[in-house]
């Protein structure tokens, strides 16, 4: 054998411990006597069946064990149908490869060796050419897509109807057993008509390749799917089974009829050509979840993680929450009973000026709201031949969604969803949250929404250009992901005035449990550490003896200053003090070296009323500075603090004000202290404004940091001398054009 120079002979590829099948073995007699095979399945722990009823499925099992797929590369080739892309008298469409680095060009020809391997795509010389969209995963590594959006815009839709399932929920009466099945890369398994492959021609910019198997991102990718679960099926009553695009679900009133069932329809699957998914595949069963249902015994039910972000929703600490679950209710008022006589306990909370007091009043009627929005008729099982709605709307905290249904000339809510945002993603743009508030939601959504036309409402309105939008210059591929895993569904998108986009709206500024604490879980784990080497710099002795505990600090009663004014909630959560604590001199205590300042004594002296502006003439700065920000100062344990709200989360909180003796301390613990890394004024600014405040404090840190010397031996210098301007030479018209705008 001669092999020549450049012949692929194979990939090796890594494989993460995730993605191994590690499943109890099923051993299978053969014709040998002396050989064995065994076939990798899923455990079947959480099955009511008994010990003998267990045997005779795992017997069942092992009879096809053919049939289910245990490694990558090994999928199924159905036998039945194949993908057809209609584009009528259409011209071909041939696009140019995106631009791309050197690392990424690397990852592009791996991944299509891989394919290549794989058995899903060939090479190609096609006059059909779509790009390569190359984008980064979460996890590092890269995932690869085609922009089919042009490809699909020609390609005439496959209107294969979708099955009633409300006419065939009736017949899951008296179902005692449940299986729910699952593909293993279905879509793979379905193979390219041959006259219609050279329209699935992607390029690399040094290749040109097709598909063999029906790739993602077509728009009657799904449609098709449907159209083979349905031959594959065909002819079995529907008593014993029901299917909507890749699910399935077998369901008989014994266990005997049951095994008879799955035997029948593993006998189907493997005549077509098909195999599963073994991992997410789910036996003799007494419940399970399907399309927005919980089948069991007792019948169907919704589920009940569609309306979890109601039933759960954590009670409100300030106005503000309170105003955004007012705002929910009051989308569906039209449902509730005397809405406005419930409410009126919470509304007033809402109102300016009044003192956030959470009384036993505002809790029955928070209480009965939140059981109302979880409950008929406002929530209702889906009716899959309604076209769908999907509100979406992000904030700086969450992305909340909401599926609905008009019924009877009435809106009703299918599902409820929101999730909280990483701290990352908190960072990303206005239309990067809204436009993650769409994919997420679809997501989320999309065994409801199937290949069936539903309209986006959001609140966006940048939004309404997203089919059209370029995607080869995104500088994090993240928008070119988004768009392209959205493609392929039949969507609208409407825009709705932000006032009335309260049901989603509300959903994203919901108070999210899990990240509560974020704001000051960062500055409590560094004032743990502060604490913990935080010794009188001359005696060593240890000044943690007084620290204000995070969790007593959350629940310290408060008094405001003034009358008036719009204190902070008291059950606002007050900044940690406990580094401050622990720079403090000899043993002294904040509130002492507090009311030893001049300043910060004459603040406290004023209690319920500040003195006219006039007589601050001839005051320090400091006490005129503390004079302005009399009206969000409030006494918290002794302590006079500054109400404001946090930048990260929005959400209120707790800063102290650090007396001038102790500010030097506090400027070396943030920028050059034991746990700081002489981080840049405005990253130091940053961290102190979540603690603590004093008048003029970026002005004092920017000086502190521009003042640090090891800052200053460390820098790279500047360099003396720059390398001359230089001219560059046109070699042809127009090659380059400059200009220079000036503002009139």
């Not at 073995?25 to 267990?54: R, Y």
């Not at 017997?59 to 490694?71: D, G, K, P, W």
């Amino acid at each position: 054998m001669v092999l020549g120079k450049g012949m692929h002979l194979g990939e090796f590829f890594s494989v993460n411990e995730s993605e191994l099948v590690s499943l109890p073995q099923i051993p299978v007699e053969t014709t040998s006597a002396n050989s064995s095979t065994e076939v990798p399945f899923g455990s079947l722990e959480e099955s009511p069946a008994s010990q003998q009823q267990k045997a005779q499925l795992v017997a069942l099992l092992a009879e096809h064990q053919e049939i289910f797929s245990t490694s990558r590369g090994v999928t199924g080739k159905c036998t039945l149908i194949q993908h057809h892309i209609k584009t009528g008298n259409h011209s071909p469409l041939r696009q140019h490869a995106y631009r791309t680095s050197p690392e990424k060009r690397v990852e592009i020809n791996r991944q299509v060796a891989a394919l290549l391997a794989d058995g899903v795509i060939e090479e190609s010389c096609s006059p059909w050419a779509s790009p390569v969209v190359l984008v980064k995963k979460k996890n590092g590594e890269w995932r690869f897509c085609i922009d089919y959006r042009r490809l699909n815009s020609v390609t005439v839709k496959d209107c294969h109807p979708l099955p009633r399932v409300d006419d065939t929920l009736d017949a899951l009466a008296g179902s005692l057993w449940f299986s729910t099945l699952d593909f293993s890369n279905g879509y793979w398994q379905v193979e390219v008509a041959e006259e219609d492959r050279e329209k699935t021609a992607f390029t690399t910019g040094r290749g040109l390749y097709q598909w063999w198997s029906m790739p993602m991102g077509l728009t009657n990718s799904p449609a098709t799917f449907q159209r083979i679960m349905e031959l594959v099926l065909r002819g079995l009553p529907w008593q014993v089974r029901m299917v909507y695009l890749d699910d399935v679900l077998i369901y008989s009133p014994t266990f005997e009829s049951h095994l008879s069932s799955l035997r029948e329809v593993f006998s189907r699957i493997q005549t077509a050509g098909l195999k599963l998914n073994p991992k997410k595949c789910h036996l003799a069963q007494d419940h399970v979840v399907f399309l927005g249902h919980v089948v069991s015994r007792h019948g169907l039910q919704p589920d009940p993680r569609n309306t979890d972000k109601v039933r759960t929703w954590p009670t409100p600490r300030n106005p503000t929450e309170v105003r955004a679950f007012v705002g929910l209710c009051s989308y569906y008022r039209r449902f509730v009973k005397d809405f406005a006589k419930r409410a009126s306990p919470l509304h007033h909370l809402t109102c300016k000026g009044t003192p956030f007091q959470w009384t036993t009043e505002c809790n029955e009627a928070f209480e009965y709201l939140k059981g109302v929005l979880s409950e008929a008729p406002i929530v209702t099982m889906p009716d899959f031949n309604v076209p769908f709605k999907v509100y979406t709307d992000a904030s700086m905290e969450a992305v909340g969604a909401v599926l609905a249904q008009d019924r009877e000339g009435l809106e009703r809510v299918v599902v409820y969803a929101s999730q909280s945002l990483t701290p990352t993603e908190r960072r990303w743009s206005t239309f990067d949250r809204e436009l993650w508030a769409i994919v997420w939601a679809v997501r989320q959504f999309r065994h409801y929404i199937g290949v069936a036309a539903f309209t986006i409402i959001t609140d966006h309105k940048p939004l309404l250009g997203l089919r059209t939008m370029s995607i080869d210059k995104d500088p994090t591929g993240r928008r070119a992901r988004w768009i392209l895993e959205l493609d392929p569904f039949n969507w609208v998108i409407q825009h709705k005035n932000g006032k009335q986009h309260t049901n989603a709206d509300a959903l994203s500024r919901r108070p999210q449990d899990p990240l509560a604490g974020t704001v000051n879980d960062a500055s409590r784990e560094v004032a743990t550490q502060v604490t913990a080497v935080g010794l009188d710099r001359e005696s060593g002795v240890p000044q943690a003896d007084s620290l204000l505990t995070p969790s007593s600090a959350a629940n310290l009663p408060t008094s405001d200053l003034i009358t008036g004014g719009q204190p902070l909630e008291p059950d606002s959560e007050i900044s940690d003090l406990s580094f401050i604590h622990a720079l403090s001199h000899d043993g002294t205590g904040l509130k002492e070296l507090q009311q030893a300042d001049p300043d910060i004594a004459t603040v406290f002296d004023w209690r319920d009323s500040r003195p006219p502006r006039g007589q601050m003439r001839g005051s320090s700065r400091w006490l005129r500075k503390l004079w302005t920000e009399h009206p969000r100062l409030s006494v918290v344990n002794n302590l006079l603090c500054r109400g404001v709200t946090s930048s990260l989360t929005g959400g209120a909180q707790y800063q102290v004000v650090v007396p001038s003796s102790l500010v030097p301390d506090v400027l070396h613990h943030l920028h050059g202290g034991p746990v700081s890394a002489h981080f840049s004024a405005e990253r130091v600014w940053e961290q102190a404004r979540q603690t603590c405040y004093w008048p003029s404090m970026f002005k004092d840190i920017r000086q502190w940091c521009g003042q640090c010397l090891p800052c200053h031996t460390r820098r790279a210098p500047v360099p003396k001398y720059r390398a001359p301007m230089g001219g560059s030479q046109a070699t042809r018209p127009f090659q380059r054009v400059a200009m220079d705008n000036v503002v009139l």
